[in-house]
């Protein structure tokens, strides 16, 4: 089976620095995904890690460890509009099929 | 945006009643799925599909059925609604891409569809 931990909430200020933790426990692995939704939404793709490693894109980054089964998405200069839900999900087949954690409640404060 | 769709978008239906919810793509992609998200929670594999008539089972399969027969067009069915369907149901379509780090998924949401079983 295939199961994802990730915090259920995080707070920060407007203008730090967050990490939000993801272990996995899958029994295939292809790849680790992140994806945002905002309240009443739908989610939308913010990053993928095929590989160990960090991918950079804008503000966002993600870090995978497959050895360790943990990836992390970090927002840096955190702005009121990244108040959302973050959702890591593994993908445990080619065609895609994945399987979602339980989502990270950010609220990023004044 | 990709161009996903999903219809009705709000819908409210009695216990035993039959219930299909539709998922229409623009983008010819060749994988889509269903989901199901309740409050507190992820999002929940239904069933997906990898090709025109080629459809699984996902994590939560049990009470839906679905069938794929062009390309464009992914249905849900729930064969007789019980309260514990109350949900909102996510269709996503995707392709899987070649980049230099190996295989890539991303996947596009539809607006969701939001069922209440009374």
């Known amino acids: 089976g295939q199961s994802l931990e990730q915090p259920s909430e995080v707070t920060a200020v407007e203008g730090a620095i967050v990490q939000i933790n993801c272990t996995y426990q899958t029994s295939g692995f292809y790849g680790l995904s992140w994806y945002q939704q905002h309240d009443g939404g739908a989610p939308t793709f913010l990053s993928y890690n095929a590989l160990d490693g960090l991918e950079e894109t804008g503000r966002f980054s993600s870090f995978l460890s497959r050895s360790d089964s943990y990836g992390y998405l970090l927002l840096q200069e955190l702005q009121m509009k990244d108040s959302a839900s973050y959702f890591c999900a593994v993908r445990s087949t080619n065609a895609g099929k994945s399987t979602f954690g339980d989502g990270t409640t950010l609220t990023v404060k004044p | 945006d990709a161009g996903i769709t999903q219809s009705p978008r709000h819908k409210v239906t009695e216990t035993g009643t039959p219930v299909t919810l539709r998922c229409h793509q623009t983008?010819?992609?060749?994988?889509m799925y269903w989901y199901r998200q309740d409050p507190g929670h992820g999002l929940r594999l239904i069933h997906y599909?990898?090709?025109?008539?080629?459809?699984d089972k996902g994590e939560v399969s049990d009470g839906y059925s679905v069938s794929r027969s062009k390309t464009e067009d992914f249905l849900l069915t729930l064969e007789s609604a019980t309260s514990s369907q109350t949900s909102v149901y996510f269709c996503?379509?995707?392709?899987?891409?070649?980049?230099?780090?190996?295989?890539?998924?991303?996947?596009?949401f539809g607006p969701g569809t939001r069922l209440t079983v009374l």
């Open positions: 983008e010819n992609h060749r994988y």
């Open positions: 599909s990898y090709g025109v008539k080629d459809t």
């Open positions: 996503a379509i995707s392709d899987v891409l070649g980049t230099s780090g190996g295989s890539y998924n991303e996947q596009f």
